[in-house]
């Protein structure tokens, strides 16, 4: 155990491994409308209303049977940790990118200049009447003795954001605010 208590990769000295977050939103709509809402560019700018970001432009395209979303936003850093305020500034840029092929997407959140990194999975499937939409990534830090906490904010911070895009899926599906 590192002396910020996160674990350390047994096979490679001093190394830590990745945080791992898995995190499911369940929507009242069939796979097929979920998707159809992750390829719009509106559903993405009111999920960027919804976490108060500075900014955000939402990039929707398709190619070769792929849906590939980025969305490129700068984040408040208000409320943030002492520890992480001196690392993230405030405000910090997040590129998120999610390429579909069916109901399976890679996952991906850069920060540039920053020391994070998030990558993994989304999947969707249905689930009785309705659908779910589970993430699965690791959460990395690259910071000496504090990279393990840094590594926990990220994926509550994350966590909260995903609960987010949930409400505003959940509103969207439904008819409203669109």
Do not use: C
Request: charged share 25%.
């Amino acid at each position: 155990m590192s002396l910020d208590g996160s674990l350390m990769d047994p096979n490679v000295p001093g190394m830590m491994t990745p945080m791992r977050l898995r995190h499911e939103l369940a929507y009242d709509a069939p796979p097929a409308d979920v998707l159809a809402m992750i390829g719009d560019p509106l559903f993405w700018d009111r999920v960027g209303k919804a976490n108060d970001v500075i900014s955000w432009t939402p990039t929707v395209g398709t190619e070769a049977g792929t849906v590939r979303v980025v969305i490129d936003e700068e984040q408040r850093t208000a409320g943030v940790p002492s520890f992480a305020k001196k690392i993230v500034g405030e405000s910090t840029r997040v590129i998120i990118t999610q390429v579909w092929r069916g109901q399976e997407a890679s996952y991906e959140i850069e920060t540039p200049g920053k020391p994070t990194h998030v990558h993994g999975t989304a999947t969707l499937s249905e689930n009785g009447t309705g659908s779910v939409l589970v993430y699965d990534l690791e959460v990395k830090a690259s910071v000496p003795l504090i990279g393990g906490k840094l590594e926990k904010l990220v994926v509550d911070l994350t966590k909260e954001g995903f609960d987010k895009e949930q409400a505003v899926g959940a509103a969207w599906l439904a008819g409203e605010g669109r």
